[in-house]
């Protein structure tokens, strides 16, 4: 059998459930690493937190929360060709998808969707016909996006958000738990509520 070799790179929480999915689907998972010299073990693994050694490393997969982490990480390290995809998780073969994401238990994802790379699809989001989804979004837990919903890069849907169909989200905005988008939201702002309104600007940090 083909052994396939992950390195991880992230070891909060998020990168627990991403540990699990990468059990679940039989990877080998070579080394953990985290820039936080305080953080020294995850679930039952050592973790490294000398990233110089992680730029000769193949395969390494992105287990950071933080949207815009995961794109600098890109752009530094030989990245995973493939996505952790959780066995539950329910995909249209007619859904087009990068490389780096992971998809979370209990997903859905109906026909003709396309998703970039290095995404995240939380547990139990919902994401129906047509959806785009560009690169480092996050679509939180329980996130339901009705038809033609276009997610711009880096962008996060906060857990239980819904947002109704033919919306576009601009790139790096955040939408509030619990809210429900019924117009389009610019790039780099933050919206909460129902009907969702912006609150605020973004700060990339
Ligand atoms: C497995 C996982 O854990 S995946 C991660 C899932 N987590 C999420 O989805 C979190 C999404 N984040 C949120 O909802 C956040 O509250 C944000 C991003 C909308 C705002 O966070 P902050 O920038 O820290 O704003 P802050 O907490 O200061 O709130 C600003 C105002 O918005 C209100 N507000 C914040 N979030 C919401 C919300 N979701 N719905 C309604 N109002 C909200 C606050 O009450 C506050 O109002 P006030 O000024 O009248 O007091």
């Given at each position: 059998m083909e052994i396939k070799n992950i390195n991880i790179l992230g070891a909060g929480g998020h990168a627990k459930v991403v540990i699990e999915i990468a059990e679940e689907l039989d990877y080998k998972i070579n080394e953990i690493y985290d820039?936080?010299?305080?953080?020294?073990?995850?679930l039952d693994y050592n973790v490294s937190?000398?990233?110089?050694?992680?730029?000769?490393?193949?395969n390494v997969f992105f287990a950071l929360g933080n949207n815009f982490n995961r794109k600098s990480s890109s752009q530094k390290y030989h990245f995973a060709n493939f996505n952790l995809v959780h066995p539950s998780a329910i995909i249209s073969t007619r859904t087009k998808i990068g490389v780096g994401n992971v998809i979370m238990a209990g997903v859905v994802i109906n026909s003709s969707v396309k998703i970039g790379s290095h995404c995240i699809i939380n547990t139990s989001a919902c994401i129906d016909h047509d959806c785009e989804i560009e690169d480092f979004v996050h679509i939180s837990p329980n996130v339901a996006l009705a038809g033609n919903v276009k997610i711009k890069e880096g962008a996060q849907v906060g857990i239980g958000a819904s947002v109704k169909q033919n919306i576009t989200i601009g790139s790096w905005s955040v939408i509030g738990a619990g809210a429900v988008v019924i117009n389009d939201v610019p790039e780099n702002v933050v919206v909460v509520g129902n009907p969702a309104k912006i609150i605020k600007s973004v700060v990339l940090k």
């Open positions: 820039q936080n010299p305080e953080v020294s073990k995850i937190n000398n990233l110089e050694t992680l730029t000769e490393k193949e």
